[in-house]
C-alpha cells in the first residue's frame, strides 16, 4: 500500500508551475474578483438612487442590475471560445475596456433603457470577459496548490462585497449617480492592469517540470523523445530570421543535449520553445507535442476545478496525459459535434439534471443582494446600516470560502453534504429576514446567509466533479452558468413585480426562501442517489476481488 501511494504521488506529477509567476496571476485574480463582485452585488444599494431618479417601478428597475449579474454569467461560452482563439491576458483586457466603456456610457444615460443596456448588459459582458479569465488563469498555473490557490483568489470576491457597498453609498452621498458611476468605472478599468498579469503559460514557464516528467517516465527512446520535442513548423520558410525566440538556457542540461545531438544544425533550436511558435501549433497537430495539452485550457478538463487535484481519487495526472493526447486530435476534427452529444448526453443523466436544479436554485440570491438595502431602510433603519449588511454578508462570504475549500480538501468532508447544510440555512435566513425588525436581528440573518452564499459558490466546481467526474466539469460547469445566467437575469425582477403587486417585501423573500428549499430537496436526493451508488460499486469490487482470491486459491 505504501508503494502504491508513493507511486499515485509521482504520477501526479503536473507540468504547471504551482508558483513562481503563478502568485502574481493569483493576485491578479484576486483584484479582478474584487471589481467584478464588487460591482455587481453593490447594486441594491444603487438600485435605491435609480428609483429615487427615474421614478419607475421596482421590476423595471431591477433589470439593471440582474441584466449584469446574469451576462456574467450567460457569456461564458462565448468567453471560452475568445480564450482558446486568443489567449486568457487578451480576453480579460478586452473585458476590462468593454465593462469601462459600458459604464461611462451608464453614467450619462437619458432614460432607464439606457442604462439597462449600456450599465446593465455592456458591462456584464466585460466583467463575465475578465472575471471568467482569471478563473481560467488559476486553473492553468496550479494543480497541486490549487486550493490555496482559489481561495486566495476567490477571497477578492467577498472582499469587494464588504468594500463597493460601503463605497458606493458614500459616493452617492457626496455626489449624484452620474458621478458614482463614473468613479466605478475608473475603477472597472484596472482589470486591465490585472489582465495584463495573466501571462501565457509557455513552455519555457515549464521545461523544469517536464525535464523531472521526462525522467520520471524513463523515456529513453530517441524517436519517442524526438516526437515529444518535435515543435518544427510545417513550412520553416515562413520563420522569420529576425524573431526572438525565448532562450533555451531554461530547458535543463538533457534536453539541451539532446537538442544538440539530434536536431539540424540549420534550424535554429530557440524556435522549439518560442512563444510565437505555440500560438501557430494547430489543435490537429496535438499528436506532435505534450506541451500543449497543459497549454490549452480547452484540452485541459481540470481546468476550472477549484480544489486539489491530489484529493481527486479518480484523476491520474500522468494517465489522463497520455489519454488525452491520444484522443485530442480526434477531439479537435470533431469539436462542434462531440460538445453538442456532450451536452445532450449530460441531460440523459438524471445526476447532472438533479444537479443543475439544485445549483439553479439558489441563484436566487440575487434577489436578497438586490432588495435587502430597500428593505431594511423600508423598516426605518438608517442607510449605513443597510449598506453594512453588504458587509457583513461580504466578510463571513470570504472566510466561509477559504474554510469550505480547506475543509473539503484537507478533512475529506464530502462536498455535498456541505452543500445541502448551505442550502437548508440560505432557505431558513431568507425566510426569517423579513420578519427581523431590529438591525442586530437582521445581522444575524446576514451572517447566515454569507455562510450560505460562500460556501455554495466555492463549492461549486467540487461538488460538479465529485458528482460527474473530473473528465465532465468543463461542460457540465458550462451547462449550469448558461442557465444560472438566465435565472440571475429573471429573478429580482420578478421579485420586484411581486413586491409592486403585493407592497410588501414579505413574499419576494418568502419566494426566495422557497427556492433555495426546492434546492436542498433535489442536493438530498442526489445525495441519496450517490451515497446507493457508492455502495454499488463497493459490492462490486468486493465480489471481484473474492472472485480472484479464489481463482488463484483454485490454481494453488
Sequence with gaps: MAKTGARNKKDNTDLAPDGGWGWIVCIGTFFANFIADGTMFSSGVQMMAFLKYFGETKAATAWVSSSQLGLSMMMGPVVSFLIVKYSVRTVAIAGGVIAFLGTVAGAFSPNLTVL????????????????????VAVGLYFTRKRAIATGIAMSGSGLGVIVYPYLTQLLLDMYDWRNTLLIIAALCLNAVVCGALFRPLTRRNID????????????????????????????????SPTKIYNSTSGIGEELKSFLDTNINDNVDKRQFFSEQHLSSIKPTDVRKTEYHFFLSPRLRSDVFYSGSVNFLP??????????????????????NDSLFLSCIQMFRQIRFTLLLCCMVMWTSQSIT????????VSKGIPRYHAAMLISIIGVTNTVVRILAGFTVDFFHVRSIHLYLGALCLGAITNIALPWCNSFPLLATCAVGFGICMGTVVCLRTILIADILGIDQLTVAFGIIAFFQGFTFIIDPPLAGFIYDMTGSYVYPFLMTGCFYTIGA??????????????????QVEVVLEADEVGKQNGKL
Excluded at 525535464?211 to 518535435?230: A, F, G
Excluded at 443582494?369 to 431594511?376: A, G, K, L, N
Aim: aromatic content about 12%; glycine content about 4%.
Design 208 to 239: 523544469k517540470s517536464t525535464c523531472k516528467c521526462l525522467e520520471e517516465n524513463s523515456v529513453s527512446d530517441s524517436d519517442e523523445r524526438r516526437s515529444m520535442l518535435s515543435f518544427r513548423y510545417k513550412n520553416e520558410d515562413s520563420v
Design 116 to 135: 439597462i443596456f449600456t450599465y446593465g448588459v455592456i458591462c456584464g459582458i466585460g466583467i463575465c470577459f475578465f472575471f471568467l479569465s482569471s478563473i
Design 369 to 376: 443582494m438586490t432588495y435587502i438595502p430597500d428593505m431594511v
Design 314 to 335: 479518480s484523476y491520474n495526472c500522468k494517465l489522463k496525459f497520455e489519454n488525452s493526447l491520444e484522443d485530442a486530435a480526434d477531439k479537435a476534427k470533431e469539436n
Design 521 to 538: 430537496i433535489m442536493c438530498a436526493i442526489l445525495l441519496f442517489i450517490h451515497h446507493h451508488n457508492d455502495i454499488t460499486e463497493t
